[in-house]
C-alpha cells in the first residue's frame, strides 16, 4: 500500500514536474519568437520627442508658437518629485521596484478579465510598457503585442535608469487638449508650470492618461474628479502626502482653463501675425517644415513690438482711409440666421471673422439685432447690446433701413475722446477691399524691425510684403539713375525731356510723363526729383537696359530682369520685401545687407544653429570696443566684410537726388521728418498700384497698397499722397526712438554747386532755392553743356513747360547778385546756345 501510495505521489510530481517544464519551454519559446525582429529599444536612449518651436521678441517675450504636437520637453530632473509621484500612483505604484513589467497587475487583469466574462479588460501594463508602446509599437490590446511589450520592457530596464524611463513617459503622454507632455498639460489646463502645480493639480494630470477623451474638465466634470479624487487616495496610500494634505486636496474644486477658472495662457500671446507666420515660412524652407515645428526651436525675431504696432496702425489708417473716401458699404458678408439669434452671443462665437484689428480701438464683432431709421441696436462679442446713431453713416451711400438687416454679422470700435480716451459711442467699421503692405529694416544690420502684410492677417493670411508682387512703377528708378551715374552721368548731366517713339512688337510705344507735359533739356536731379518718365527712359536707352538689368539683380530687385526698355519703368513685377532691401544699399553707402526677420536659432539643446551676425557677409566686428584709451565720446568703430555693391559716391550722390524728391519732388507735401530723409514715390499706369520707399540714416521702410487683383485705385491716386502719410507717421515714431543723422560723406566727393533747374554751374558761394551744392567724383572734373537725347529723332509742335519761372537773381561768391535763365530750349541747346 505504501509503495502504490508513494508511486502515485511519484507519478504525479513526474506529472507535474513536466507539465511545468514543457509550459515554461513553451513560454520560452513563445518569448523567443516574438523577441525576434523586435524594433530597437536602445535607441530610445538618444530619443528626442517632437517639441514646440518658439518665436521671443527683442524683449524675450513669446509671441509666437508652432508644432504639429503641443510639447514642451522637460528634463526628469526638472520634474517635481510631486508631479512624477502623481502619475506612478496612478499608473503603476510598483515602478520603482518591478522589472519592466509587473506579475501581480497582470494576474489581478486576468482575474478580473475572467470574473467579467470579458467584459472588463484592463492592460495592467506598466509605466516601461507604455513606453514601449508608444514608442515602438502599436496601440492593440492583442497577446501578441502584449508580450512583445514586456519583451522590450526587460530590455529597457536594463538600458535605461528609472529615471530616463520616466522622462521619457512623462514627456511623450498624451494628455487631452492637443498636449503632449506634463509641461504642456500644466500649461493648457492651468497656465502654470510644473513647479506652481498643486497636489490636486498634478492629481488631475495623471487622471487624463487613462482616457484623454472621456476626462474632458468641462463636459465629463464627474467622471474626471472621481479619478483626481482616486488618484491623491493613491498617493496618501502610498506615502507621498499625508492625510492632512490628502484631505485639504480632496476638498479642492475641480477648476481648469476650459472651465473659466484660469485665463488661458494663449492669451498672453499677441495674435499670430504676418511677420511670426513669414518666419514660420522661411524657417521650413530652411530646416524643412517638420524639423521647425517639432524641433523645439528658440528663435530670437528682429521685430521691434512697439514699431510693428506703429507700422500695422499707419497701414490699417491709410487703407480704412481709402476705403470710406470710396463711400460704399460691404459689411463682413456674414449673416446669423434668425432663429439663431435668441443665443446671439453663441452664435456670434461662431462665425470666422478678423479678431484681430486694432486701429484706434480694438475691433469687435458684433451682429445687427435692430434696424430703425435712425439707429442700429447691435449686439457686440464680449460687451453686450450697444447703438451706433444715424450720424456714423454720413460717409456711406445709403441709409440703415436700405443698408442693414437683422443679422448681419459686422465690425465696430468704440469713438472714444482723444482728451481722456472717455466713451462716446460705438462706431461702424468694415475690412477694406483695397490692400497693401509695409516694411521696415535697419539699413546696417539687415534687421527687419516691422513688417504688416494687409489690414488683418485674420482676414487674409497671404503675405503681400514677400508674396505679392506688383510692379514697382517709379519707385524703380533709382536703379536706372544709379546705372548711369556709374557709367558717367553726374547729377548734372542734362537728358532731354521731350516726346519719344519707339518700335515695338506690340506697336509704336509713345511713354509720357504723368503730366502729359514736356520740359526740356533738365538735370538729372530734377528728373528723378521730379519722377520724369521720358527721361528714364532716355537715360535707360543711353546706358543700355542689360546694364540697368544687371544693377537691378545686383541689389536683388529681381533674379532674371527682362531686358525691356518699359521696365525701367517698373514695369516689372517684383515685391516689397526686395525693394525695401534694395533701398538699404542706397542708405548704408552702396554696401550688401541681407534682409531677416531672425536674429538667432537655438535648437532645443540651445545649440546656435542660425547667427545673422555670423552668416556670410553679414558678420561685423567691433575694432575698438575693448581699447581703455577710446577718447571720451567718441563711438567703437564697427567693421564689416560685406560685399560692396557700388562706389560710395554713387550711393551719396544718388541718396542727395533721392533727398530732393522729399524735400521738394513727388513726397514734399506727404514727408517730412526732422533728419534728413531720402524716397521716391512710385504710381503705375492708371495708379494700380502706389509705392513709396525712403530711408533715413539708420532705417529704411516701404510701402505699396492696391487692389489683390490689379485695378486703378481713381484718378488722383499717387504713392505721394497714399503710401506718403504711411511712411511719415511711422518715421516720425522711429526716428523719435532711433534718432537719425547726416548722411557719410565719402571723402572722394568734391562739392560744387548747380543750379537744379539748368545744371550750369554756380561760384562757390552761390545761394537761393534752385542752388544745389551737388558731390562730384574728385579728380574727375565735371563736363558741364553735354546733353543725351537717347538718339531720338523728336516731333515738332509740342511745348516746353518751364519749371521755377523765368530768370532768376542769385547771389555768387563774390557777394554780387547775377541773373541765371531763363531755362534754355531744345533750340537754343542745339544750335551750340547756353550748353
Known amino acids: 500500500m505504501t509503495r502504490f501510495i508513494l508511486s502515485f505521489f511519484g507519478t504525479i510530481f513526474s506529472l507535474l514536474t513536466l507539465g511545468i517544464f514543457a509550459v515554461a519551454i513553451s513560454i520560452g519559446a513563445i518569448f523567443w519568437i516574438y523577441g525576434r525582429d523586435l524594433p530597437s529599444h536602445e535607441s530610445l536612449a538618444q530619443y528626442s520627442p517632437p517639441t514646440i518651436s518658439r518665436i521671443y521678441s527683442t524683449e524675450g517675450r513669446i509671441i509666437d508658437e508652432f508644432a504639429q504636437e ?40 486576468v482575474v478580473d478579465a475572467v470574473r467579467s466574462r470579458g467584459q472588463d479588460v484592463r492592460g495592467a501594463s506598466t509605466i516601461t510598457q507604455q513606453v514601449m508602446k508608444n514608442f515602438l509599437l502599436g496601440g492593440d490590446r492583442r497577446a501578441e503585442r502584449k508580450i512583445k511589450e514586456i519583451i522590450l520592457a526587460t530590455r529597457l530596464e536594463s538600458t535605461l ?36 502645480l498643486a497636489p490636486h493639480e498634478a492629481a488631475f494630470l ?17 467622471r474626471l474628479l472621481a479619478r483626481r479624487d482616486y488618484v491623491l487616495r493613491e498617493m496618501q496610500e502610498n506615502g507621498y502626502i499625508d492625510k492632512a494634505t490628502y484631505e485639504a486636496e480632496l476638498a479642492e474644486p475641480l477648476r481648469s482653463v476650459q472651465a473659466g477658472d484660469f485665463e488661458p495662457f494663449q492669451k498672453q500671446l499677441p495674435p499670430r501675425d504676418y511677420f511670426t507666420d513669414e518666419i514660420r515660412r522661411q524657417l521650413s524652407r530652411d530646416f524643412g517644415e517638420g524639423e521647425f515645428f517639432s524641433g523645439g526651436f528658440s528663435v530670437r525675431a528682429t521685430i521691434d513690438p512697439e514699431m510693428q504696432t506703429e507700422a500695422a496702425s499707419a497701414l490699417r489708417g491709410a487703407l480704412e482711409q481709402y476705403d470710406r473716401n470710396r463711400g460704399v458699404w460691404r459689411g463682413t458678408g456674414e449673416t446669423i440666421a434668425e432663429e439663431e439669434l435668441a443665443d446671439w452671443e453663441g452664435a456670434l462665437a461662431n462665425v470666422s471673422v478678423a479678431r484681430d484689428i486694432d486701429l484706434e480701438n480694438e475691433w469687435y464683432p458684433a451682429v445687427v439685432l435692430n434696424v430703425a431709421e435712425n439707429t442700429l441696436t447691435l449686439g457686440i462679442e464680449g460687451q453686450g447690446e450697444g447703438e451706433v446713431p444715424r450720424e456714423d453713416i454720413q460717409w456711406m451711400r445709403g441709409t440703415f433701413l436700405d443698408t442693414f438687416e437683422r443679422g448681419d454679422v459686422v465690425h465696430v470700435r468704440r469713438m472714444t475722446a482723444d482728451s481722456d480716451g472717455s466713451f462716446i459711442r460705438w462706431t461702424l ?50 536703379f536706372v539713375y544709379a546705372a548711369a551715374l556709374d557709367s ?59 546694364t540697368v538689368a544687371r544693377y537691378a539683380e545686383r541689389f536683388g530687385v529681381y533674379d532674371d530682369m527682362q531686358r525691356v526698355l518699359a521696365n525701367a519703368l517698373g514695369s516689372e513685377e517684383t515685391t516689397l520685401f526686395q525693394m525695401v532691401a534694395a533701398y538699404a544699399m542706397f542708405a548704408n553707402g552702396g554696401e550688401r545687407v ?83 530723409t531720402a524716397g521716391k514715390t512710385g504710381t503705375t499706369n492708371d495708379a494700380k498700384d502706389v509705392w513709396f520707399v525712403g530711408f533715413t540714416s539708420n532705417i529704411v521702410a516701404g510701402c505699396y497698397i492696391g487692389h489683390d487683383q490689379p485695378r486703378s485705385l481713381g484718378s488722383g491716386a499717387s504713392g505721394g499722397g497714399i503710401c506718403g502719410p504711411v511712411f511719415q507717421q511711422f518715421m516720425t515714431e522711429a526716428v523719435s526712438k532711433f534718432g537719425g543723422g547726416n548722411f557719410t560723406v565719402p571723402e572722394e566727393c568734391m562739392f560744387i554747386n548747380i543750379d537744379r533747374f539748368t545744371g550750369a554751374r554756380l561760384g562757390d558761394g ?70
Open 206 to 222: 495623471a487622471s487624463m492618461p487613462k482616457a484623454p477623451s472621456d476626462f474632458h474638465p468641462v463636459r465629463n466634470a464627474d
Open 594 to 676: 541681407e534682409p531677416t526677420l531672425v536674429d538667432r536659432v537655438q535648437n532645443r539643446y540651445g545649440e546656435t544653429v542660425y547667427n545673422h551676425e555670423k552668416e556670410r557677409g553679414n558678420e561685423r566686428v567691433c575694432v575698438n570696443c575693448t581699447d581703455p584709451n577710446l577718447a571720451p565720446g567718441t563711438a567703437p568703430r564697427i567693421a564689416n566684410n560685406r560685399e560692396r555693391v557700388m562706389d560710395p559716391v554713387t550711393a551719396y550722390q544718388l541718396t542727395s537726388m533721392m533727398r530732393g524728391v522729399v524735400e521738394r519732388g513727388t513726397a514734399s507735401g506727404a514727408v517730412s521728418l526732422p533728419v534728413p
Open 766 to 835: 552761390a545761394s537761393g532755392e534752385n542752388v544745389v551744392s551737388e558731390c562730384f567724383r574728385e579728380g574727375m572734373e565735371p563736363m558741364f553743356g553735354i546733353q543725351f537725347d537717347g538718339g531720338w529723332a523728336m516731333g515738332s509742335g509740342f511745348d516746353i513747360i518751364q519749371p521755377g519761372g523765368q530768370a532768376r537773381e542769385v547771389t555768387t561768391s563774390t557777394g554780387k547778385k547775377a541773373v541765371v535763365g531763363p531755362k534754355a530750349s531744345f533750340g537754343t541747346l542745339s544750335s551750340g546756345g547756353l550748353y
Open 161 to 196: 535608469s528609472k529615471e530616463k524611463i520616466l522622462e521619457l513617459y512623462l514627456n511623450e503622454i498624451f494628455l487631452g487638449q492637443n498636449s503632449y507632455g506634463v509641461t504642456a498639460a500644466a500649461q493648457t489646463y492651468f497656465n502654470k508650470t510644473l513647479s506652481q
Open 70 to 109: 503641443r510639447r514642451l520637453f522637460t528634463p526628469a530632473q526638472e520634474i517635481p518629485d510631486l508631479v512624477k509621484q502623481a502619475f506612478i500612483s496612478a499608473e503603476d505604484k510598483n515602478f520603482y521596484v518591478h522589472e519592466g513589467y509587473d506579475p501581480r497587475g497582470i494576474a489581478a487583469a
Open 429 to 478: 467699421r468694415q475690412v477694406p477691399e483695397v490692400e497693401g503692405a509695409f516694411m521696415a529694416m535697419d539699413v546696417n544690420t539687415g534687421r527687419v524691425i516691422a513688417m504688416q502684410g494687409g489690414f488683418s492677417y485674420q482676414h487674409s493670411v497671404f503675405n503681400r510684403a514677400t508674396q505679392a508682387k506688383r510692379q514697382p512703377g517709379s519707385s524703380f528708378k533709382p
Open 488 to 546: 558717367g552721368y553726374s547729377p548734372a548731366t542734362i537728358v532731354v525731356d521731350a516726346p519719344i517713339e519707339i518700335n515695338t512688337p506690340q506697336g509704336v510705344w509713345r511713354p509720357k510723363n504723368a503730366s502729359n507735359q514736356f520740359y526740356g533739356p533738365t538735370p538729372l536731379r530734377t528728373g528723378i526729383e521730379r519722377s520724369r518718365n521720358l527721361m528714364t527712359v532716355r537715360l535707360a536707352q543711353e546706358i543700355g537696359m542689360d
